[in-house]
């Protein structure tokens, strides 16, 4: 059952569209992650979410109940949600004890299943023997772990998170990553992350919601996108990949250099002109003509550009008559010179054609 | 077990209410709402409609009610009353002159160079300035009053001189006054803004061969020259605003200046009208006056000065290093050390003239002052009170204000924070004129009363408790209440647990940075205190009338003392710079 829905959603500031036509449900436990470069419109979302700002167009609704609509909102303190801020907004006056109580006392819990529910929350995030600290003496990890046992502890109906690793340094931000998927593997808090770090919404999400200029582009989960992106944003935006333009002809798609049968892209759009993603590591290199693979494309290429980036090469190639130049991911030990004769390898099956 | 903990027990959601009447919209607004409305109407009451009234009734006949241009006329319409303009103008310039003179080389001497004693330099430069300017008058005529004034006695005797050389009464002795005081302005500037600059401009400089002298001249000082200009202004506006001085000193030296004007206007029979029309050019010039300084410092011209970085050194001055402390000396004396010297000796003396001796000294003038006079305890009282609740009026209003215009809860805060600085702006006489004209008359009927005081303080110093809660707005994330919201609670909840707590400290600033001024107000004071609002102030101007110089300089101490106090309490408790940081 889905528990929170966004029914086309939109929201502008003056003439500015900011965001438009939302449509995304939330189902109950799950973490999904809203992803895109900075002014996709993704903290908008977050904010008409957890009530902040009221939505200029559509509907927020939660477990059947329309909180947010252009014609009012229900104010953030009656919609039992939590947030995670990215400046965390841990309050400097109050003990890391009194942070994570405070939402409890404001639901006027009973003092004894406080005390009980703090010291589970602190023990969980590894802070019990920092309680009675003020958050200026913690460091930066520390701190975020108090803004996650403060939104926690209470469990809320909604989780949200607005950037909260990017004022991390990065290794920490890896732990915390594996620190905030831990915490929802555990409590099974429906949540909703605000990121732009593709890999940080990789590692967490059950689903990820790719937004670019106040749209959504796509949502699927992690590895739907990576290997099947439905549009050339989401396509460049997760991953690196290279576009390489095709015709459709009858039964087969013509690329520069060589073509392959139309019923290898069952999933393409029904149009002459068609734009193919592949990822660098699908592409293989080879010294020789490699032997014949029943549907993989072989040809001839000549290296034109390299990096070494320590984890792997950045190998540029290109086809002889300078219509294909592509890129192409190798292992540290798959040494290669610039100027070299090769034979490149692709499975067509690793091609994606994008809207 | 996680399917119970993940079971949200937080207030149910509730669904937004339907669309109804304007019932219905005005139950819907947040409770903190209708406390932004309260604030708001209060802050037209205290600066809209007196400045509106002001202007108002300048052109409003004040009999038939007709519009008119016969109060300009009457304003301006005497020579003695336009002569009274332009003195103040040639008063104020010389105040500018010899101000620049005080505070720019002791500014340079004190953030720039290796003279000693640069901490005790600082603390007198500021007791000049926290101390009351019509005391600081008091003081000089006990110095220089004419034949009797103590630097005279000590001339005579030295020369056997049949008349002293000094005349406090005098263009020279009001200009004298009135720039020991306000000669902090050009100081806190200049040092404020030569704190920035980087030594390697100078050393650049000496590189090429230019020496120390050389250095300043061309490099140091053309670089914080429009810190300096808008110190200048500034110690302009205020010197033209001043009350206390010119009523002690500009009347007996028949050098009418306008604010002693405007109070002529006030003698029996009250002419409002003429008064407000006489204080408008008074109002323009100021006006025009804080914009250009506005202007002046905004320029990007001069880039340097408000970056930090670079390394400073102190400039080693060598044996002039005591040159110069001996000038920092001369400017104490003439500022501090010599007026209130001279007070306090008459305020322990019998007879100040009979001088310093055993049997001159008594208590006397302050058991007189506290026990026996009839109103001296009520304004010591009154004073106080006058001031902690103007300060806690102009505090609250300026904190709801600048939280409105730091979170944009209203369309309009851009006029609600101009409103809030606009007294900045208003010299204290013409603000109180304004007072008089809004709420002296029925059905208001405030004329007397303890309020209209209270009310009048805190519209003056709304733009200090506006700068500071600003400041301290600025200062807290938003996300720190919205963290609070998204966890239950209201916006009161966030603002009492919340920004109230970690304000504290701003606040307590800012609260005392009004109370210190407050407790010294004479010129908004004098237009509108009644018999049973007397306040110390007032009450200093009306023993000068009786020429009881003893007991006036008793309750003088009694002021000052309270100051000191005050100020040495709020630099244990806020930092030594509590005063001295620019808003």
């Not at chain 2, 290796?114 to 019509?134: Q, S």
């Amino acid at each position: 059952m889905p528990v929170l829905t966004l029914n086309g959603l939109g929201r502008s500031f003056g003439a500015f569209r900011a965001l438009q036509d939302m449509d995304l449900t939330v189902e109950d436990g799950e973490f999904l992650s809203l992803l895109g470069p900075s002014g996709c419109g993704k903290t908008t979302t977050l904010r008409m979410i957890a009530g902040f700002m009221p939505p200029t167009e559509g509907t927020i609704e939660i477990d059947g109940r329309v909180l947010s609509s252009p014609a009012g909102c229900t104010p953030p303190e009656k919609r039992g949600m939590s947030m995670i801020f990215q400046s965390y907004a841990i309050w400097p006056n109050m003990t890391v004890a009194q942070n994570v109580a405070f939402g409890l006392k404001l639901r006027k819990l009973p003092a004894d299943e406080i005390r009980m529910r703090l010291e589970r929350m602190l023990e969980v995030v590894q802070l019990g023997h920092l309680a009675d600290q003020y958050p200026a003496e913690l460091s930066g990890g520390q701190q975020q772990r108090v803004a996650l046992a403060r939104a926690i502890v209470v469990r809320p109906s909604v989780l949200l998170l607005d950037e909260p690793l990017s004022n991390l340094d990065a290794s920490l931000r890896e732990e915390m990553r594996y620190e905030i998927r831990r915490l929802h593997d555990e409590f099974k808090i429906t949540t909703v992350y605000v990121t732009h770090d593709q890999s940080e919404a990789m590692a967490t999400s059950d689903r990820i919601a790719v937004m670019n200029g106040g749209r959504m582009e796509q949502v699927d989960a992690p590895y739907v996108l990576y290997t099947r992106p439905k549009t050339r944003f989401v396509a460049g935006f997760i991953g690196r990949t290279n576009f390489i333009e095709a015709e459709r002809d009858g039964t087969s798609v013509g690329f520069a250099g060589f073509e392959a049968p139309a019923c290898v892209f069952p999933d393409a759009p029904a149009r002459r002109a068609l734009t193919f993603s592949v990822r660098p590591q699908s592409i293989i290199l080879h010294r020789g003509e490699p032997s014949a693979v029943d549907g993989v494309v072989r040809l001839p290429c000549r290296l034109a550009e390299r990096t070494f980036l320590g984890e792997h090469w950045d190998y540029m190639v290109e086809t002889e008559d300078g219509r294909l130049r592509l890129r192409v991911t190798a292992p540290p030990q798959r040494v290669l010179e610039v100027g070299d004769d090769l034979w490149m390898e692709i499975d067509p099956a690793e091609m994606v054609a994008i809207a | 077990m996680t399917r119970t903990l993940s079971e949200p027990d937080a207030p149910v959601a509730a669904a937004i209410p339907a669309r109804d009447g304007l019932l219905g919209r005005i139950r819907r607004l947040e409770p903190s709402m209708m406390l932004w409305i309260a604030l708001i109407a209060l802050l037209l009451f205290l600066v809209a409609n007196p400045i509106f009234r002001l202007v108002a009734s300048s052109l409003i006949d004040g009999r038939t009610g007709d519009l008119t241009f016969d109060n300009y006329v009457t304003a301006y319409g005497r020579a003695r009353h336009v002569e009274a303009l332009i003195n103040t103008m040639w008063m104020g310039a010389g105040v500018v002159a010899l101000s620049t003179l005080f505070a720019v080389p002791l500014a340079w001497a004190c953030s720039r160079t290796d003279m000693p004693g640069k901490t005790l330099v600082r603390l007198i430069v500021l007791g000049a300035f926290i101390t009351p300017p019509y005391l600081g008058a008091v003081g000089w005529i006990l110095l220089a009053g004419p034949n009797a004034g103590w630097l005279n006695q000590i001339w005579m005797a030295a020369t056997g001189s049949e008349q002293g050389i000094f005349n406090i009464f005098s263009f020279g002795g009001l200009v004298l006054i009135i720039a020991t005081n306000v000669f902090f302005f050009i100081f806190i500037f200049t040092s404020n803004a030569l704190d920035l600059v980087s030594s390697e401009m100078e050393d650049a400089a000496n590189v090429l061969g230019a020496g120390t002298l050389r250095t300043v001249a061309t490099i140091t000082l053309p670089l914080v020259f429009p810190a300096i200009l808008g110190g200048m202004i500034v110690t302009f506006l205020q010197a033209i605003a001043l009350f206390g001085v010119p009523a002690l000193i500009s009347i007996p030296a028949r050098f009418p200046v306008v604010t002693t004007q405007l109070w002529q206007f006030f003698q029996y029979p009250v002419r409002v009208e003429v008064a407000a029309a006489y204080a408008i050019p008074l109002l323009m010039i100021t006006i025009g006056l804080f914009g250009l300084q506005k202007l002046l410092l905004r320029r990007k011209g001069f880039v340097a000065v408000t970056g930090k970085g670079g390394e400073r050194r102190m400039i080693a001055l060598g044996r002039w290093r005591w040159v110069m402390f001996g000038y920092a000396m001369l400017i104490a004396s003439l500022t501090l050390l010599l007026p209130f010297g001279a007070l306090t000796q008459a305020a322990f003396a019998e007879a100040w003239g009979r001088g310093m001796s055993f049997d001159n000294f008594t208590f006397g003038n302050f058991s007189y002052m506290l026990f026996e006079h009839t109103t001296a305890r009520l304004a010591i009282f009154n004073s106080l009170y006058f001031a902690s609740a103007a300060a806690c009026l102009a505090l609250a209003i300026a904190l709801a204000i600048a939280y409105i215009t730091d979170r944009r809860l209203l369309p309009f805060g851009g006029v609600l924070s101009f409103l809030c600085m606009a007294p900045f702006v208003i010299p204290g006489v013409v603000l109180a004129i304004g007072f008089y004209a809004a709420y002296a008359p029925p059905p208001v009927a405030l004329y007397g009363s303890s309020l209209i005081l209270i009310f009048a303080f805190s519209a003056r110093f709304l733009p200090v408790a506006f700068a500071n809660s600003a400041a301290g707005m600025k200062s807290i994330h938003p996300d720190l209440e919205e963290a609070v919201r998204i966890l239950g609670g209201g916006r009161l909840t966030a603002i009492r647990r919340v920004t109230a707590p970690l304000l504290k400290r701003t606040l307590a600033g800012g609260w005392l940075l009004i109370f210190i001024p407050a407790t010294q107000e004479l010129s908004t004071a004098i237009f509108l205190t009644g018999p049973n609002t007397q306040v110390i102030s007032v009450l200093l101007l009306d023993l000068s009338e009786e020429g009881n110089l003893e007991h006036l300089s008793a309750l003088g101490m009694i002021l000052l003392v309270l100051t000191v106090v005050i100020v040495t309490v709020g630099m244990k408790l806020l930092g030594r710079d509590f005063m001295l940081r620019r808003t």
